[in-house]
């Protein structure tokens, strides 16, 4: 049992900040296991050709594909990570993108992005949030960073699906939904919230605008 325990364990903090070579083939299972997650993630962004995006927390870096494709030529992506490992991958598999100018890549947080207040049309961030202590902080910088019209979209694992699996005893903090909306409220945001399927369990899509002003 001590064994398993300290198994599961060194998966959770694998999967919270990936490092070396088990780092590298958790990347490459998040991103068989998370693509059609995250391509629904973009899908609500609504990009324009020319509509600057970032994924936080991109970890295996699929997202930064589905981004890349859902700009034009004008448009630009940014992908944040505060795994080195991660950030290397990245770098040799979109080294193309990155040379011309269409992708960059930043060492960064959810509470410490690296971006101009208003800077971004649209963010996402998905399955990050399991891993950051203070949500709060974390949403009102993601709201100082997206311009009055843009949006966040933030995807969840389902708090009840994830709590079954073994590995999340160690160190995830699995919020309700109805927390982490109100949470989106608090930093600003005006959230619509639906499933990514129909299926029991499936995970969840928050799509976040800016809440209208007082007059």
Do not use: W
Request: glycine share 12%.
């Amino acid at each position: 049992m001590a064994a398993r325990g300290a198994l599961m364990a060194g998966i959770a903090k694998q999967l919270g900040h990936p490092r070396g070579v088990g780092g590298r083939v958790v990347g490459l299972a998040l991103n068989r296991g998370n693509r059609a997650f995250v391509n629904a993630a973009v899908q609500e962004l609504h990009a324009d050709n020319d509509a600057v995006l970032a994924d936080v927390g991109f970890g295996g870096g699929v997202g930064l594909r589905l981004l890349l494709d859902s700009v034009g030529s004008t448009g630009r992506v940014h992908g944040v990570e505060v795994s080195d490992t991660m950030l290397t991958q990245a770098a040799r598999r979109y080294r193309r993108d990155i040379a011309v100018g269409r992708l960059t890549l930043h060492n960064g947080s959810l509470t410490r992005l690296p971006f101009a207040d208003g800077a971004l049309t649209g963010a996402l961030t998905v399955n990050t949030i399991y891993f950051v202590p203070g949500l709060g902080e974390a949403f009102t910088e993601l709201a100082r960073v997206i311009a009055p019209s843009g949006r966040l979209v933030v995807g969840v694992a389902d708090p009840e699906a994830m709590a079954k699996l073994p590995f999340t005893s160690h160190g995830f903090r699995l919020r309700p939904i109805p927390e982490v909306i109100d949470t989106l409220h608090s930093a600003g945001f005006t959230v619509q919230h639906r499933r990514i399927n129909d299926s029991n369990g499936a995970p969840h899509l928050l799509i976040c605008t800016a809440a209208p002003t007082q007059a």
